[in-house]
């Protein structure tokens, strides 16, 4: 990869990986309602399954994900779909010290696996493999864009699930809680909005 375009590839992964959007929403409240150390497993989950999906459709699955328009809308309604439900999941959510038996952060499998249904992550990885990976080095072009996503997600998804438990000591009332956990669960419906409108 030209190092000319690495502070392009920089610029984006900071852009896309640090914005709201359902990861860092997700993250913030499960820092918030169930602290930074029991979130640990979703934040490794989503700073690794990104990049893993970026490396995948880059060398694999980017050219069938770009023609096929019903695979393309399939995944972006049925993700959809889901991040609604998780919006109404973390809406209603209890919070630290939440007697509900189903109260849980989320598992490293599956933050890894929500972002093969999460489209902002598609969006994300068709544009980034699109633009930075070179067909005369596909392998070594796509470990750069997933090396350089990775790192930055890493951080990124630490940064989002300390915020959320730095503002835990100021939700210590449920009625706070309760509009924090709508705050968050507002955004992830924003980030839907804005994914369904192009």
Do not use: C
């Not at 929403?25 to 989950?45: D, E, Q, V, Y």
């Not at 209603?92 to 849980?104: E, L, M, Q, T, V």
């Not at 989002?160 to 509009?179: D, E, F, H, N």
């Amino acid at each position: 990869m030209p190092l000319e375009t690495l502070p392009a590839l920089t610029a984006l992964a900071i852009a896309t990986l640090f914005t709201p959007g359902p990861n860092n929403a997700m993250l913030a409240a499960s820092g918030a309602n169930f602290g930074f150390r029991r979130t640990i497993p979703h934040l490794l989950g989503v700073a690794a399954g990104f990049p893993l999906m970026l490396l995948i459709v880059g060398l694999v699955l980017g050219g069938l994900f770009q023609t096929s328009a019903i695979l393309r809308e399939t995944l972006r309604w049925g993700g959809a779909l889901l991040l609604l439900w998780i919006a109404w999941k973390i809406a209603n959510s209890g919070g630290i010290g939440s007697k509900s038996a189903d109260a849980r952060p989320m598992h490293f499998v599956e933050a890894v696996g929500f972002q093969w249904i999460n489209p902002k992550a598609w969006s994300m990885a068709v544009a980034a493999t699109s633009q930075f990976i070179l067909p005369s080095a596909p392998f070594t072009t796509a470990i750069v864009v997933t090396a350089t996503f990775l790192t930055l997600g890493l951080g990124s998804a630490a940064t989002w699930t300390y915020a959320g438990q730095a503002i835990a000591r100021w939700l210590t009332s449920a009625k706070r809680l309760r509009i924090f956990n709508l705050i968050m669960a507002g955004l992830i419906v924003l980030s839907i909005v804005e994914i369904l409108r192009h």
